[in-house]
């Protein structure tokens, strides 16, 4: 690049400094031997005169004392020592996306390697996964052409403590005389049950029993698409169904009916619901409707005032 | 061979390229120590510097421009921080046929990365790999700030906090404010990792400058200077450069390093912690209790003008003792990945 002016008026231009091919080093009888075993798939470490093993090997050990020619055999398992998360990468990095660089001392081995540890798939400036600890149990991920250098090692891998186990049957299922009953009113834009000859109670949807009393229902009566919140929950994991995180998940008392009915509320912060909130069903299109429940995409608020708990404490 | 700190000089860092040379932002530094001792010309010249910054080799050479080299001088230089030049000097001055010594450092972190690395210091990070060891670290681009994260990460697992880091780090930058000489760097703030766990205040900053000492002995330290800096001990020690071969959470090699150098009983202590996990260690390894003022000059998370930061700490250390603000003082460097070497320097009154 042509050299350019700066605000401050000196010159500046880009240099680079390199030794093109880069240098050729000697490794000697000890490190030699280990990129060998390396570049052939194998760890090794080497004796030291106190007895310990150093890895990866070099020719003293701290105390100064020349090693013995002894190689042993470490690893592949590791335990992680120390580690460091990289967010984001540089350039000279072993990987483009967040990884970790740790010290990884082999089962067998008294010291430590320094090497890349990958954890997965991150995006760019992720957190710290919480799997990454200090005793991190890991493995070697060899490259398929070695060449006899540390790099041989793409990098460790944590060792295998779950799978994931695919689980899935498939049914053809009769929704029964009594649901198909209701979803036919669903069909028509109207809630369907049933009372009880016996105690009297209204149940929607209908079993074509009174689970009270055990004894069939015939008596059809229709509710209106009103009710009263009961109970709820505040959802933070997405659903499909709902508009967004977080969602309410609720339990409604359609008027007229003894029974409530898990329904979505919208349409309302979900800090804001409460129980005894008076909704009513948000209806798709009619056009779209179907003998299916999501013809009612959730309940909203209708404005009425709450209806007070005493009401509603028996629905609970 | 009595042997004194009679002057200190230093820059005013910048943390970006001010659009001098490495000669150019040193020769002022010699003109004004010269100017303070009286001395032209000194028994035995020595250096630290680093020409990998500036990317052209022997490029210490052409700093001798700045001390001016004719009729020949005796000279040398280390690839170190100045402060290993300072310990070469101390050691010739020993000999007891010279009795002045000029010491300097300088460093242009602003330089490396492409673009240069003013606004990150990835430029940096990147180039202090050529640093490691070629067989096993250096293929692996493992880069300054990755090292430094995995030694905080094992001084966390020993009981430290994070926020025992930025403690360290806002104390560091609030007395580098008041510091004429340092960067005037804000409160840390709500900063996303660099490595985890080192955020970017926990990290030195880029900084350009240059800092010169006059060591004398005897009786020309006296003439010198009024209340000479006498250096009563000086070590320095090295261990095992893998960073696997040893125990990250200490540093045996600046405890042995202190012990040798007598480091007990200092009033104030200059280190040259890097990252701010490296100055826990440092205490704990000095055996520096708390009643010890560390780094009221902010350190190098203040000022980081690289190969010149290590002597820095020993010239501040030393102007403590020259203004009376303190009897007895300790200097401290560092070189190498996770406080590899360090050395020691105990002054006094």
Known sequence: ?316 | MNTAVVAFAQTEHTGEDSGLTEVELLAPVITAIKERTGLSRFGFTCSGSLDYLAGAPFSFVSALDAVGAWPPISESHVEMDAAWALYEAWVRLQHGDIDTALVYGFGKTSQPGRGGGVRHNTGLRALMTLQLDPYYLAPLGVDQVSLAALQARAVLEGGHKEDDLRAVAARSREAGRGNPYALDLPEPGDEDYEVVPLRPYDCPPVTDGAAAIVLATGDRARELCETPAWIRGIDHRIEAHSPGARDLSRSESAALAGEKAGARGVEIAELHAQFSHEELILRDALGLSDDVRINPSGGALAANPMMATGLIRIGEAASYVHRGQARRTLGHASSGPCLQQNLVCVLEA
């Open chain 1, 1 to 316: 690049m042509p050299p350019s002016d700066t605000e401050v008026g000196a010159l500046v231009a880009d240099h680079a400094l390199e030794f093109p091919g880069g240098y050729t080093r000697s490794v000697g009888p000890v490190i030699g031997r280990f990129l060998t075993e390396l570049r052939d798939g194998r760890l090794v470490g080497v004796r030291t005169a106190s007895g310990g093993v150093l890895f990866p090997p070099l020719e003293y050990d701290d105390d100064g004392e020349a090693v013995t020619g002894e190689f042993v055999e470490v690893g592949p398992d590791a335990t992680v020592q120390t580690y460091a998360w990289v967010p984001r990468p540089l350039p000279g990095h072993p990987f483009d996306r967040p990884f970790a660089w740790a010290l990884i001392k082999p089962d067998g081995a008294d010291t430590a390697l320094l090497h890349a540890l990958d954890l997965g798939e991150f995006e760019p400036g992720a957190k710290q996964p919480k799997t990454l600890r200090t005793g991190l149990r890991v493995r070697p991920k060899w490259r398929a052409t070695r060449t006899g250098g540390i790099t041989d090692i793409e990098c460790f891998r944590p060792e295998v403590t779950m799978i994931g186990a695919p689980s899935r049957v498939e049914y053809r299922l009769s929704a029964g005389k009594a649901l198909t009953r209701f979803l036919t009113g669903i069909a028509e834009g109207r809630f369907l049950g049933h009372r009880c000859g016996v105690c009297g109670k209204v149940y929607v949807p209908m079993k074509g029993l009174c689970p009270v009393d055990g004894v069939p229902t015939t008596e059809e009566v229709e509710v209106p698409d009103t009710g009263t919140v009961t109970t709820y929950a505040v959802n933070n994991i997405p659903d499909p169904r709902a508009p967004a995180v977080p969602f309410v998940s609720a339990y409604i008392l359609l008027d007229g009916s003894d029974i409530a009915m898990l329904a979505l509320v919208a349409g309302i912060p979900a800090d804001q619901v409460r129980m005894g909130l008076r909704v009513k069903a948000a209806w798709k299109p009619r056009e779209e409707w179907g003998r299916t429940m999501e013809n009612i995409t959730w309940f909203e608020p209708t404005g009425e005032p709450d209806v007070p708990f005493e009401d509603i404490q028996d629905y609970v």
